[in-house]
Nanobody, 128 residues
Framework: QLQLVESGGGLVQPGESLRLSCAASGFTLDYYAIGWFRQAPGKEREGVSCISGRGGSTNYADSVKGRFTISRDNTKSTVYLQMNSLKPEDTAVYYC?????????????????????WGQGTQVTVSS
C-alpha cells in the first residue's frame, strides 16, 4: 500500500524549532520529488517547500525562506522539514506529498494538483 506518514508536529512557543518527518512506504521514494504544504483554519492549502528526487534541488515559499530547511534521506525513505524561528503564523496542519521526480522543483515548486500521493497531516501550533 502506497503511503506517506507525517510526524513531528506539536505545540511550541514562538522562536522555537520543530522537525517534521515524512516517511514513505510501498513505493521507491527517490523516484519522487516531495513537497511540504500547510493549511491553516479557513485558508487554502499552500506550498511551503519542495525537494527534488535525489535532493539536489530545493525551493521555498518566501514566508519560510531562511527559517525552514527541507532535506531527504532516501535510504530511510524519509523527507524532513526543519523549522526554526517559528512564528504564530506558521500554525497549520502540515502535509507532505509526492510527485514524479521528472517534475521540476525549479524555478518554483510543482502545483499541488500535480502531486500523486498525500499524507494525512501533522498539526503544528505556535503559541505563547
Amino acid at each position: 500500500q502506497l503511503q506517506l506518514v507525517e510526524s513531528g508536529g506539536g505545540l511550541v512557543q514562538p522562536g522555537e524549532s520543530l522537525r517534521l518527518s515524512c516517511a514513505a512506504s510501498g513505493f521507491t521514494l527517490d523516484y519522487y520529488a516531495i513537497g511540504w504544504f500547510r493549511q491553516a483554519p479557513g485558508k487554502e492549502r499552500e506550498g511551503v517547500s519542495c525537494i527534488s528526487g535525489r535532493g539536489g534541488s530545493t525551493n521555498y515559499a518566501d514566508s519560510v525562506k531562511g527559517r525552514f530547511t527541507i532535506s531527504r534521506d532516501n535510504t530511510k525513505s524519509t523527507v524532513y522539514l526543519q523549522m526554526n524561528s517559528l512564528k504564530p503564523e506558521d500554525t497549520a496542519v502540515y502535509y507532505c506529498a509526492a510527485v514524479p521526480r521528472i517534475t521540476a522543483v525549479q524555478p518554483m515548486c510543482p502545483a499541488k494538483n500535480l502531486y500523486h500521493y498525500w499524507g494525512q497531516g501533522t498539526q503544528v501550533t505556535v503559541s505563547s
